[in-house]
């Protein structure tokens, strides 16, 4: 209940859209029944003198059917887009505030779920839930009337018949289907994941010989999402069974009481016409749970505090070159894994202009500590500042402005080559080929059919990941910064494409290099090398 207030009250600015609706689906009903009542009426009990009079009434409501049900669809789907929209929009400002450190961790597919499946899921909450539900209980009292008023028990029984078949069917099913829902997207998640690692670790299980192995884990994960799919669709059938069951008891009930009572036959035709609004609330066990689960996913999402603030107010001055990085007795585990401490009086004085190589055993804590720099975390105690300034004084902005970040993993947007360097920056093209030049690119951009004007995609890159890791230099000599952060930007790559990455920073970067590096060779460039593990980094 509690989240179906919280949902209400996020969406109230739509709320009048979803009145529109609602009165819009009403009248509708409301049109259709008269339509119906009048020639049924008309068909078994003709009047000549009333044929003219009629057809006009009758043409009238089919045009009022019309504009209303346009009304009905037009603001629900209006409500049902915006809310896409406004929870897309709410989600991707809020994962900024979360993102990097968010992203960092090991759950981003739950995270990509959450901002397309569920946002999904809550739309067709929407569109499927609040409208029908009172639509139908604004109908149920109208028909209800209407029958009643040529006799009472007409008018009782039809309000029964539409309480069970519209409430208390899908009711009692919801619950019987709650456990279910759960269970089988949980079994669709992983069944998904099983097939997604068997088709792209293929050549890893055909090289140790798991291809049957895996095969039989996808085929169990399969059955398990197979036997939680049948019991749910079992359940929505015997739920139909059901309701058709209900539909023709009720139905010869209203018929056996229309002679009782001496009413005109067409009564007890008109009757199971008017199940429409009813029938269309069966659907809803299913909307609201996965509605609901969704709605708590999202909720749970908007609620996460970000891992750092953005509260500081000073900016470094871009212009000068020399800069001062001093990172003071820091304290760091990551928030995910509290008891395993990455930093422990973690000290270290870098000036420019200098390269400095950070080496150390593996999983010590050399990336961690460029990701505190960067403040996609903050440390638990300890301060690093810049040019004597705290980092959290600055405003992200202007820190990250300050640095330049090159992962191991170059990244690559969907666009053009150009675009991808640029960043959609204007930059003359003579300072671009000389970069490309410099990282010995040119020759292999100039191949390509458009040059730089050839579109690139994460999933479509024509460059090897040498080259690819060349270009990603460029985009970063491009955007000047005091600091430039190298984080094993060539442990995937041969000694030439190492040597003229090293080279190009070399000669051309002028600020702060921290260069991380398990490979000697690299060391050759820095000036000066620091183990991170005689710093206060994790010893083991
Ligand atoms: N987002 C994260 N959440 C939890 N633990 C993490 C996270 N990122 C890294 N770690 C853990 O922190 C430790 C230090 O990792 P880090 O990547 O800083 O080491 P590294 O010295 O750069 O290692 P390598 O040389 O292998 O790249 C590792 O044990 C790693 O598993």
Wanted: a positive charge; glycine letters at 6%.
């Amino acid at each position: 209940m509690t989240l179906i207030l919280r949902l209400l009250k996020e969406t109230h600015h739509l709320n009048r859209y979803l009145l529109l609706s609602i009165i819009s689906a009403s009248l509708c009903t409301i049109f259709q029944f008269s339509l119906l009542l009048l020639t049924l009426r008309a068909l078994i009990q003709p009047t000549a003198n009333q044929l003219w009079p009629m057809l006009a009434i009758i043409l009238g409501l089919g045009l009022l059917i019309g504009i209303t049900r346009y009304g009905e669809q037009y603001s629900g789907h209006y409500v049902a887009f915006k809310i896409l929209s406004d929870f897309r929009i709410r989600l991707y400002r809020h994962l900024i505030t979360l993102a990097p450190a968010r992203l960092d961790d090991h759950h981003s597919s739950q995270l990509l779920k959450t901002i397309t499946q569920d946002i999904n899921a809550i739309e067709v909450f929407y569109a499927h839930t609040i409208t029908p539900i009172a639509t139908a209980m604004i109908i149920l009292i109208f028909q209800g009337v209407v029958f009643g008023h040529y006799a009472i028990w007409l008018g009782l029984t039809a309000v029964i018949s539409y309480l069970l078949i519209g409430l208390l069917l899908p009711w009692g099913y919801a619950r019987l289907i709650a456990p279910v829902t759960p269970r089988l997207a949980k079994a669709d998640r992983q069944n998904q994941k099983t097939i997604t690692e068997l088709i792209s670790n293929q050549f890893v299980l055909q090289q140790h010989g798991l291809t049957n192995w895996a095969q039989k884990q996808a085929n169990q994960t399969n059955a398990t999402y197979a036997a939680g799919y049948r019991q749910k669709a079992n359940l929505q059938s015997q739920q139909t069974v059901v309701i058709t069951l209900f539909l023709t008891i009720t139905t010869a009930t209203f018929g056996w009481l229309v002679i009782k009572t001496h009413q005109p036959i067409w009564l007890a035709i008109l009757f199971p016409l008017t199940f429409q609004r009813f029938l269309s609330l069966a659907n809803l066990p299913g909307a609201l749970s996965n509605g609901l689960a969704a709605s708590k996913a999202i909720f749970n999402l908007l609620d996460e505090k970000p891992d750092i603030n953005d509260n500081g107010t000073q900016t470094l001055s871009t212009g000068q070159s020399a800069i001062q990085v001093v990172a003071n007795n820091l304290n760091f585990t990551y928030p995910k894994r509290p008891t395993d401490r990455i930093l422990a009086h973690f000290n270290l004085t870098a000036v420019s202009p200098k390269i400095i190589g950070l080496i150390g055993k593996s999983g010590t804590g050399k990336s961690t500590f460029l990701k505190l720099l960067m403040r996609w975390y903050d440390p638990q105690s300890g301060t690093i500042t810049i040019d004597g300034t705290p980092i959290q004084n600055l405003t992200l902005a202007s820190l990250r402005q300050s640095i330049n970040y090159m992962a191991q993993e170059p990244i690559i947007l969907e666009g053009t080559v150009w675009d991808n360097l640029t960043l959609g920056k204007s930059f003359p093209e003579a300072k671009i080929n000389d970069l490309l030049t410099s990282v010995r690119m040119k020759t292999v951009v100039d191949r390509l059919e458009h040059g730089l004007d050839t579109p690139i995609s994460p999933r479509s890159n024509p460059f090897s990941a040498g080259e690819t890791q060349r270009l990603s230099l460029v985009r970063a000599l491009l955007y000047p910064s005091q600091i430039l952060l190298l984080d094993e930007p060539t442990s995937n790559l041969d000694s030439i494409n190492e040597a003229i990455i090293l080279k190009t920073v070399k000669k051309h970067y002028h600020g702060l290099v921290l260069l991380v590096t398990h490979r000697k060779s690299s060391l050759a460039i820095c000036d000066q090398v620091l183990d991170v593990g005689s710093l206060g980094a994790k010893a083991d």
